[in-house]
């Protein structure tokens, strides 16, 4: 989570390379994570009704997030998109095998037969 006492902790003094990147995109998936959890953990927290919306609503922008830099992750390390791709697999044979139908926005946008 955010660490104020330094002003200098995110910097960078050179520019990455494409690996450096790739795991800087990896930590910043971990940040959005957190920040979910946070946000999400506040909203179960409150019974303001104008906290809980705004709450929720930077919550679900940082959902978002994640997509974004998932997506970008895959189209800079193909061959962790490919892991990425296994595991939809998997867990799609798990739910044909368990007979369980997704809903369709699930099985539309995010596994691919
Ligand atoms: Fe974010």
């Given at each position: ?6 002003p200098?902790?995110?910097n ?12 800087a995109?990896?930590?910043n ?7 979910i ?12 009704p ?10 679900d ?9 998932i997506?970008?992750?895959?189209i ?13 697999g ?24």
């Amino acid at each position: 989570m955010a660490s104020f006492a330094n002003p200098f902790a995110g910097n960078v003094p050179r520019k990455m390379t494409k690996e450096e990147l790739i795991q800087a995109i990896r930590l910043n998936i971990a940040g959005e994570l957190e920040a979910i959890f946070v946000y999400d953990a506040h909203v179960q927290a409150t019974d303001d009704p104008l906290a809980k919306k705004v709450i929720a609503d930077i919550r679900d922008e940082e959902k978002a997030h994640v997509g974004e830099l998932i997506t970008l992750l895959r189209i800079l390390d193909p061959e962790e998109a490919e892991h990425f791709a296994e595991g939809e697999g998997e867990v799609k044979e798990m739910l044909e095998q368990l007979n369980i139908t997704p809903k369709p926005h699930f099985k539309n946008n995010s596994v691919k037969d």
